[in-house]
């Protein structure tokens, strides 16, 4: 099987290595969210997707679940090259 950028995002968020639970969840449904709609996820679909539920929440104690969950998904992407 072809490990593709895909499946490593699926594989890492999907795993019992991710202890917070409430942004495992969340990552997890923008993750399902995307394949059902694209057929297939990146981790800057998920890092954008992170940003503007971010922007848009008014909740003290989801934003926080926010930004952890983003901090997550950024310190897990590697750079782009060529930049």
Known sequence: ????????????????????EDERKI?????????TLHGFVTNKAVILRLINMLDSSHDVLEQDVLRNALEMVLCRTEDDTGF
């Open 1 to 20: 099987m072809q490990h593709t950028a895909e499946s490593a995002i699926l594989d890492y968020f999907g795993s019992s290595t991710v202890k917070n």
């Open 27 to 35: 990552i997890g449904a923008i993750i399902h969210e995307q394949i």
